[in-house]
């Protein structure tokens, strides 16, 4: 493929690889697999929700705000802020840096979930999820330097501060992967294999209508799937003669105790359901004319 055949699509689209990118495209991430990272960059992704882009402003703001609060936190003084970078070696690959220290250091920011609280390891260590060290090492790929502190802020409350210190070894490795993934993928337009269900639908959401034999390990798989749900259908019988028994013996207590514990609630509540068949009644030309298809594919046993 030519130079002039990409760069028109390359200039419509980011036409680079970001520190965000790299936990997906090694396929670390909890968030995105590598076709979803390669949609991203190529421009095919589904546009995000107002509500996700309000999200990602807010943190954006914020940002500046925690860098302050990293500087009082250690002591050190920030010398930039949001400052990006382009990789010496490959224009593509690029580091936006949350922030910069006195003493020649990357800053990573993170907000996390109380909840993901756990993820998170002694402060002061390196002991940071994957993801999060994938994007630092890369960051310390492009900038150049040795070492990066990553502030993770745990509500507002919990504050820690790591040290993520440049490994060679990892740097080259995501340099290699990189540089892989924009020249096998990104510049030839072949998206990455799909590795779970939600790739699968972006990429195969029709069938073509052909019959294909099943391999001998997919054919294992079909046998224990058909055994699987059987397992589950005998199981939920089980847990529907269970909850009977249950409900039979509460009548109208809304509250079940064991050694004075609750342990079941079966209390009332009341919601509002929109009524498709009294709204067909009432305005069938309304009914047809807000009417819309779907299409999807659906999984099942023969």
């Known amino acids: ?25 090694l396929g670390v991430s909890p968030y995105k697999t590598p076709l979803q990272e390669y949609l991203t960059i190529t421009g095919q992704a589904e546009a995000p929700s107002a509500e996700r882009l309000s999200f990602f402003r807010r ?13 009082e936190h250690t002591g050190l003084q920030l010398v930039r802020v949001n400052e ?29 979930h109380p909840l993901a609280a756990r993820d998170w390891g ?20 492009v900038r150049r330097r ?20 440049r490994d060679d070894d990892i740097i080259a490795a995501i340099r290699e992967r990189e540089v ?3 020249n096998q993928h990104v510049l030839t337009g072949v ?12 990429l195969y959401s029709r069938d073509a209508g052909a019959v ?8 294992s798989h079909v046998a224990r799937y058909v055994e699987c749900k059987a397992q589950m259908k005998a199981l939920e019988k089980q847990a529907e003669q269970h909850k009977q028994a249950i409900q039979l013996f509460m009548r109208d207590a809304a509250v079940l105790t064991i050694e004075g514990k609750p342990a079941i609630t079966w209390k009332s509540q009341t919601s509002n359901r929109f009524d498709q068949t009294a709204f067909k009644a009432a305005h069938p030309d309304l009914f047809e004319q807000f009417k819309a298809a779907s299409e999807s594919r659906v999984f099942r046993i023969r």
């Open 59 to 71: 943190r954006k703001s914020f940002e500046p705000v925690a860098a302050e609060l990293f500087a």
């Open 146 to 165: 040795r070492l990066c502190y990553v502030m993770a802020m745990i509500g507002f409350d919990d504050v820690r501060v790591y040290r993520i210190e």
């Open 180 to 182: 892989a993934f924009w």
């Open 191 to 202: 998206p990455p294999e799909p590795v779970n269900a939600e790739d699968l639908k972006v």
């Open 1 to 25: 493929m030519s130079d002039e055949s990409i760069q028109p699509r390359l200039s419509r689209e980011r036409g680079y690889l970001g520190g965000g990118n790299v936990a997906g495209i």
């Open 212 to 219: 294909v034999e099943a391999a001998d390990d997919v054919a």
């Open 122 to 141: 002694e402060e002061g260590a390196d002991d940071c999820p994957v993801y999060v060290t994938a994007q630092a090492q890369h960051g310390l790929m």
């Open 84 to 112: 990006r970078y382009v990789d010496p070696e490959h224009e593509f690959l690029r580091a936006e840096i949350d922030f910069e220290t006195t003493d020649d250091a990357n800053g990573e920011i993170k907000t996390v």
